[in-house]
């Protein structure tokens, strides 16, 4: 007897994966790939839309074909930040920008020259100055710098729902793609900010889909619902509003990001919010939700990476690694300007620290006598850095809870680490193993089946 699943297409910076639901949520499968980069037409390196495109088709075609399953739904959560661009037939017209490219000073001051200063329109647009993680000035780059290929423009289509597209041919959007400081929609208005109405660019963005299915992907005989794709820490957020009664603040955990959402707080912008990276986003209803980011994945992985080669340890290796409280006592009790203290190469002036890390000298891991010693500081430093982060979406007080979601999950040392510097605060690790994939999960089949049971959601305390 076939085994009836939900599937979700998660894709991530590094990982990109198929993830299977049962009708409890739990994970049947998980499959994992990694793609290689390639460099999109200015030399700038980023993810090949080529290779995506090739995997989740031929990851699809081998789930639809497989005897084992019934698949009931599909959907999607990706990063966000990014635009797929379509052409009249319906092809894509340009490498998938990474949204860390630098842009051109001169016309970022051209685009604040006509549409205002800086903090003013990040305060309508609850998106912080960032650059090409406005996702909008990607599409306002490439009308000014390519303008014979934004000519050619048909469609300029949010990641989740390119994926969508793929399965579909169906071009649609949504709010939680749309809120992922973007800088084209209006916070206090609810509407398209009116600068993407001048430039004309209102006309590449597709209608609001009226439903969280776009259409029916159809072959093999099935006709099997698809759904518009969500971004992927709105979309874990949704699992937690939808299953936890009390009030949380969540740390979205990605192998490049931190992203802290606080769903309780509606109030608006201030000025110095948007000076310390925090930001708005829209919930799949189109609500605000208060959310500050940090590169702390990205730091992570670029300094667990130097401790494994300097200790002779595997990569994975830390995930071994067990708490210690002697050790965590150590590296609370390193005092400033101590060789022992992080010196961080890649904040990329995210949070708080504004100041360009990348020319820092490297943080010398001579001064420690193991990979765990060394780790133990690493966590507590990052964790330190990214307090602020937590403050300001906490700006109202912290809740009794902090749920922590994706990478990190299974890290005993960041946990515990972070429990003991938030003691009045019952640090979370849900059962649920992939939030932003189980969010795409229960939207989709909500919807199938308004009366569907809610599945129980437990926690690991600490």
Same mark, same amino acid.
């Given at each position: ?19 299977? !639901? ?48 019934? /698949? ?12 797929? =661009? ?16 630098? /842009? ?6 051209? !685009? ?40 050619? /423009? ?41 600068? /993407? ?13 009226? *439903? ?18 969500? =971004? ?11 299953? !936890? ?8 955990? $990605? ?36 959310? *500050? ?29 067990? !708490? ?25 002036? *995210? ?86 994939? $189980? ?24």
């Amino acid at each position: 007897m076939k085994k009836t699943v939900t599937a979700v297409l998660d894709v991530g910076i590094i990982q990109k994966r198929l993830i299977l !639901f049962d009708d409890n949520f739990e994970v049947v499968n998980i499959t994992t790939n990694k793609l290689a980069k390639t460099k999109d037409d200015d030399g700038f390196e980023g993810d090949d839309i080529n290779l995506i495109n090739q995997w989740a088709l031929d990851t699809w075609n081998q789930l639809v074909n497989d005897n084992q399953y019934h /698949i009931k739904a599909l959907n999607f959560s990706t990063y966000g930040a990014t635009l797929m =661009h379509l052409d009249e037939g319906g092809n894509t017209l340009t490498p998938l920008y990474n949204y860390l490219k630098p /842009i051109d000073l001169s016309l970022e001051q051209q !685009f604040y020259g006509r549409y205002g200063e800086k903090v003013q329109f990040a305060l309508e647009t609850c998106s912080p100055p960032l650059g090409m993680l406005n996702s909008g000035l990607q599409i306002y780059w490439l009308k000014y710098q390519k303008p014979e290929l934004y000519k050619r /423009i048909k469609h300029s289509l949010h990641f989740p729902q390119y994926l969508a597209y793929l399965f579909t041919k169906q071009a649609t959007t949504e709010y939680t793609s749309i809120g992922c400081h973007t800088g084209i929609w209006n916070f206090r208005r609810r509407d398209y900010h009116q600068w /993407i109405k001048d430039e004309g660019i209102i006309n590449l963005i597709p209608d609001f889909s009226t *439903s969280p299915v776009v259409a029916h992907w159809e072959g093999n005989g099935q006709q099997i619902p698809v759904g518009t794709g969500l =971004h992927d820490s709105s979309s874990a957020l949704r699992t937690y509003l939808h299953l !936890f009664d009390e009030k949380f603040l969540l740390l979205g955990m $990605t192998d490049t990001w931190c992203i802290t959402l606080n769903p309780f707080d509606h109030s608006p912008l201030r000025p110095e919010d948007v000076s310390q990276d925090c930001l708005q986003y829209l919930t799949v209803q189109g609500r605000r939700v208060k959310a *500050s980011r940090f590169f702390i994945g990205n730091e992570h992985g670029y300094q667990f990476n130097r401790m494994a080669e300097h200790f002779g340890k595997p990569l994975d290796y830390y995930k071994t690694v067990s !708490f210690d409280e002697n050790l965590f006592n150590t590296a609370h009790n390193t005092p400033a300007g101590d060789a022992r203290k992080l010196v961080p190469h890649s904040f990329d002036a *995210s949070g708080a620290h504004k100041a360009n890390t990348t020319d820092s000298k490297e943080w010398s891991l001579a001064s420690f006598s193991s990979f765990e010693e060394a780790y133990h500081q690493l966590i507590y430093d990052l964790i330190s850095f990214f307090e602020p982060a937590i403050a300001i979406a906490a700006r109202k007080g912290l809740p009794k809870y902090m749920i922590v979601d994706g990478e990190f999950t299974g890290d005993e040392i960041f946990l515990n680490t972070l429990s003991k510097l938030y003691p009045s605060v019952e640090v979370l690790v849900p059962n649920i193993p992939e939030g932003a994939a $189980t969010g795409a999960a229960l939207l989709i089949n909500q919807y199938l089946n308004p009366q569907m049971q809610k599945p129980e959601l437990k926690f690991k305390k600490y």
